[in-house]
């Protein structure tokens, strides 16, 4: 099966930088993938790392250890909008598109 | 807007009763996926189809079932419903496409309410 482990939830304030950790297991990997989802709202993709290294996409980066089966999604700059909850997502064997159990994100002025 | 578009928004029905969900994804989309998400939960994989055909099931209950149609639109359909199948049914859709398969749009949710 596949397991994804966040934490659940995470302060900050205004125009700091943010890491949320995402560790998983799973047999076979295709890559891991983040989401933002703000309450009453559906998903949102941000991000998608299927080899090792950083991503960047503006003020977010996604970061992938495969030999650590390990990543993060780094926020910065960070800014009243960025409160929500962040899923980290693995596809495995199976190709079940698995998600993490979401981190809320509480930032403070 | 994601273009995936889920009907109905929001469903009051009684234990015991039928529903069906449905989906449209967005155009040119081949994969649709079904996710359950109770209150300030995750979200629980159902069952994806690609291009007509069952790709992946997850822990879908016996007593739900899905299927895609040959226009690529998408319903779950929920039986026996009981109390604590009361959540937010997500549609979503991909192209399909390695690579392009990990972006997954998602509709607006139903809110199912079982009373």
């Known amino acids: 099966g596949q397991s994804l482990e966040q934490p659940s939830e995470v302060t900050a304030v205004e125009g700091a930088i943010v890491q949320i950790n995402c560790t998983y297991q799973?047999?076979?990997?295709?890559?891991l993938s983040w989401y933002q989802q703000h309450d009453g709202g559906a998903p949102t993709f941000l991000s998608y790392?299927?080899?090792?290294g950083l991503e960047e996409t503006g003020r977010f980066s996604s970061f992938l250890s495969r030999s650590d089966s390990y990543g993060y999604l780094l926020l910065q700059e960070l800014q009243m909008k960025d409160s929500a909850s962040y899923f980290c997502?693995?596809?495995?064997?199976?190709?079940?598109?698995?998600f993490g159990g979401g981190t809320r994100l509480m930032v403070k002025p | 807007d994601s273009g995936v578009t889920q009907t109905p928004k929001h469903l009051i029905t009684a234990t015991g009763q039928r529903v069906t969900l449905r989906c449209s994804p967005r155009?040119?989309?081949?994969?649709v996926y079904w996710y359950q998400q109770s209150l300030d939960q995750g979200l629980q994989f159902l069952i994806q189809y690609y291009n007509g055909e069952e790709r992946a099931k997850g822990n879908i209950l016996e007593r739900f079932s899905a299927q895609q149609f040959p226009d690529l639109h998408s319903e779950l359909n929920l039986s026996s419903l009981e109390l604590g199948d009361s959540a937010l049914y997500f549609c979503a859709s991909s192209a399909g496409t390695q690579g392009a398969n990990e972006k997954l749009f998602f509709g607006s949710g139903t809110q199912l309410s079982v009373l």
């Open positions: 997502a693995v596809r495995g064997a199976g190709n079940m598109l698995t």
């Open positions: 799973t047999s076979g990997f295709y890559g």
């Open positions: 155009s040119g989309d081949l994969s």
């Open positions: 790392n299927a080899l090792d």
